[in-house]
């Protein structure tokens, strides 16, 4: 039923003219909002084999988005959209319905950024696209021993000593950075490698304690300092948008709900 065109990402101004784009070009028939609940459920549409289905194939796509979905949906083509922060909007609507994405990705938001790499970390706070704090440094730690016998036993104890001082002084930074911020702060977002990350949340009590606002996606940073904080707002405000060709039974003419 879906035919995938394109797979990318749309930075902040991209995805507004998208948006205006789908107005403009009123090809758009229908449109779907999921929030993260009704992402998994789609408690919110009508019964129907073929938005299950199509919803289905999207998932396949993109797995269990945690921000939600939104999708645009003709009788020829459909957009999807899986916006860079959690949607509240929930609902079908007759027409192209873009306000409240394009209100969600203008909002003026409040989100902390941890950027660690091992040696590096810088930690930020973004008021929408503004930077409004910001620390970083950098913690030398040695590369992997490839020798064996003792040397190597000693190397690695010597190694593990620097990566936890190196999370100790970015878990401080980033207590103190946030702390003005944290009453009010929306969502944090972390960059760097996987495995890294997860041993530093590990070991970070304070980030510890803002599981609920940490968002799944990990921002891509190869060197972590004042120059990847100051562009970083471009990589938070990222969309994914799928473009899909349809085929098949059509998606329309469905009982509305929402709007």
Same mark, same amino acid.
């Given at each position: 039923?879906?035919?995938?065109?394109?797979?990318?990402?749309?930075?902040?101004?991209?995805?507004?003219?998208?948006?205006?784009?789908?107005?403009?070009?009123?090809?758009?028939?229908?449109?779907?909002?999921?929030?993260?609940?009704?992402?998994?459920?789609?408690?919110?549409?009508?019964?129907?084999?073929?938005?299950?289905?199509?919803?289905?194939?999207?998932?396949?796509?993109?797995?269990?988005?945690?921000?939600?979905?939104?999708?645009?949906?003709?009788?020829?083509?459909?957009?999807?959209?899986?916006?860079?922060?959690?949607?509240?909007?929930?609902?079908?609507?007759?027409?192209?319905?873009?306000?409240?994405?394009?209100? #969600?990705?203008?909002?003026?938001? =409040?989100?902390?950024?941890?950027?660690?790499? &091992?040696? /590096?970390? *810088?930690?930020? @706070?973004?008021?929408?696209?503004?930077?409004?704090?910001?620390?970083?440094?950098?913690?030398?730690?040695?590369?992997?021993?490839?020798?064996?016998?003792?040397?190597?036993?000693?190397?690695?104890?010597?190694?593990?000593?620097?990566?936890?001082?190196?999370?100790?002084?970015?878990?401080?930074?980033?207590?103190?950075?946030?702390?003005?911020?944290?009453?009010?702060?929306?969502?944090?977002?972390?960059?760097?490698?996987?495995?890294?990350?997860?041993?530093?949340?590990?070991?970070?009590?304070?980030?510890?304690?803002?599981?609920?606002?940490? #968002?799944?996606?990990?921002?891509? =940073?190869?060197?972590?300092?004042?120059?990847? &904080?100051? /562009?970083? *707002?471009?990589? @938070?405000?990222?969309?994914?948008?799928?473009?899909?060709?349809?085929?098949?039974?059509?998606?329309?003419?469905?009982?509305?709900?929402?709007?």
């Amino acid at each position: 039923m879906l035919r995938l065109r394109e797979d990318g990402w749309a930075g902040k101004r991209r995805l507004l003219r998208l948006l205006a784009d789908v107005e403009a070009e009123e090809w758009c028939r229908q449109t779907v909002y999921l929030n993260p609940i009704s992402s998994v459920s789609a408690p919110s549409l009508p019964s129907s084999g073929t938005y299950e289905s199509m919803l289905e194939e999207i998932r396949r796509k993109v797995g269990e988005p945690e921000t939600g979905l939104v999708l645009f949906v003709g009788e020829q083509q459909a957009t999807a959209v899986v916006p860079p922060v959690p949607l509240v909007e929930d609902g079908l609507f007759e027409g192209a319905e873009t306000a409240p994405l394009a209100k #969600l990705v203008g909002a003026d938001l =409040v989100i902390g950024v941890v950027l660690l790499r &091992l040696g /590096r970390y *810088a930690v930020g @706070v973004l008021r929408g696209n503004e930077l409004v704090a910001s620390k970083t440094g950098s913690r030398y730690v040695k590369n992997r021993h490839r020798a064996g016998g003792t040397s190597q036993h000693r190397f690695a104890r010597s190694r593990e000593r620097l990566v936890r001082e190196l999370f100790d002084k970015a878990c401080e930074v980033t207590r103190d950075v946030f702390s003005p911020y944290q009453t009010g702060m929306n969502h944090v977002f972390l960059g760097g490698e996987q495995h890294t990350l997860r041993a530093f949340v590990q070991r970070c009590r304070h980030l510890q304690a803002l599981e609920e606002k940490t #968002l799944r996606r990990r921002l891509q =940073v190869d060197r972590p300092g004042q120059v990847a &904080l100051e /562009r970083i *707002a471009f990589e @938070v405000w990222k969309s994914r948008v799928l473009t899909f060709d349809v085929g098949g039974e059509p998606l329309l003419n469905l009982p509305l709900r929402g709007g």
